[in-house]
Structures are given as C-alpha cells and as structure tokens.
C-alpha cells in the first residue's frame, strides 16, 4: 500500500483549501476540475478535463514540478514527483490530494 500524499500546512495558519465557487451555478466547483482548469493553465490548454493525461496535454517534468508546487501551495499537500506522473489524470491527482487530507 502506497504512503498517503504529505499535508502541509501553510505559514500563519491560513487554510487555503477552499473549494472556489462556479460562477454559473453558484455551488463549489469540484477537486478535478480545479485541478484540470491549474492544467489547462499552466499547459496553455484550456480545455483540459479531469480525464485528460498530462502527458498527452504537452505537460513536461518543468510543468509538473510547477503544478506540484501550487498544488501544495492551494491545497496543503505535497504529492511525489512519483506519484504525479503516475496518477496522470486531474481526476486521480485529486483523488490523491483527498487521500492525503482525509490521513491526518
């Protein structure tokens, strides 16, 4: 069984783990989508989706250290360079941040 993703928390206590909200529906906008809109970003690929593979995107090891690093920064849990690659989906990169954040 593989260790859950490291959480850390952000300098002063602040919890930046808020779901950000849809401004067409007004509800929280779900993990993988928020993460495939990082994606879609930082890829220059706004259509990025929760099933799309990073890799197939034109994601690089530059990007996904990048994309590492504001996963951390939003959502307080560090991922593997490992485990990234390997999950290589929005979908089951937030499946990972979950698993990181329901072990503490």
Known sequence: MEPAPQVIHPPGGQDETERHHDASSGGPVPLEDEIAALWGELLDRPEAGAEDEFFALGGNSL???????RLARDYGVL???RDF????????????????????
């Open 63 to 69: 990007t996904g250290i990048q994309i590492i690093e």
């Open 85 to 104: 690659y390997l999950a290589q989906t929005p979908a089951r990169v937030a499946e990972l941040i979950e698993r990181g954040r329901s072990s503490t």
């Open 79 to 81: 991922l593997s360079v």
